[in-house]
């Protein structure tokens, strides 16, 4: 089972920073890898296919890089609905797995 | 516009079986991989099982093989989970999610609001 390591845990910043959220695979998962953004009470919703291609109405100031087992995402200028959590998941191999999230709350 | 809508939860005993489904629409369903994600209170993702779009492949997480069943019918764009044996650990919201293919290794596109199923006595 292909492990996700999510880093940092929790990350606190003040709205208009930016933020960079890191994902860690245990193995290569090529590009086969993908981010969503969960908040309270809501289910999650894809961000980021691909390892950086955005999905549908996703803003451009989410911004996601990386390949094999090492992942970035990336938010620019944080807006008042970018807190949340966030989950990486690998769809390379089975099982399919995700991290473990990275909360991103108000400073 | 894609829709996902789970029923089926509540609470169940120890030892005690529960049936989810999710109705789909918006999109061709056969065409599409489904999948469980589950999470428990207060914790992050965990992937349960997916289906093919034909219904002819599944897998599941070794941890929930041969307590839980995911099938799926066609003709009434709904997805389905058995769940059997439950425990306490099992308590969580369960969500139907549209796979990105229609097999091998999806990403998940579009997700149900979820069901709660509480495990408890």
């Known amino acids: 089972e292909i492990v996700l390591t999510q880093s940092p845990a929790t990350l606190s910043v003040s709205p208009g920073e930016g933020a960079t959220l890191s994902c860690r695979a245990s193995q290569s998962v090529n590009r086969n890898f993908a981010w969503y953004q969960q908040k309270p009470g809501q289910a999650p919703r894809l961000l980021i296919y691909?390892?950086?291609t955005g999905a549908t109405g996703i803003p451009a100031r989410f911004v996601a890089s990386g390949s094999g087992t090492e992942f970035t995402l990336t938010i620019t200028s944080l807006q008042s609905e970018d807190f949340a959590v966030y989950y990486c998941?690998?769809?390379?191999?089975?099982?399919?797995?995700f991290g473990g999230g990275t909360k991103v709350e108000i400073k | 516009e894609v829709q996902l809508l789970e029923s089926g939860g509540g609470l169940v005993q120890p030892g005690g079986s529960l049936s989810l489904s999710c109705a789909a629409s918006?999109?061709?369903?056969?065409?599409?991989?489904m999948t469980w994600v589950r999470q428990a209170p207060g914790k992050g993702l965990e992937w349960v099982s997916i289906i093919s779009g034909s219904g002819d492949n599944t897998y599941y997480t070794d941890s929930m093989k041969g307590r839980f069943t995911i099938s799926r019918d066609n003709s009434k764009n709904t997805l389905y989970l058995q769940l059997n044996s439950l425990g306490a650990d099992d308590t969580a919201v369960y969500y139907c999610?549209?796979?990105?293919?229609?097999?091998?290794?999806?990403?998940?596109?579009?997700w149900g609001q979820g069901a709660l199923v509480t495990v408890s006595s």
């Open positions: 998941q690998q769809y390379n191999n089975w099982p399919l797995t």
């Open positions: 918006g999109f061709t369903f056969r065409n599409y991989a």
């Open positions: 999610a549209k796979g990105s293919s229609s097999w091998y290794f999806p990403y998940f596109d579009y």
């Open positions: 691909g390892a950086s």
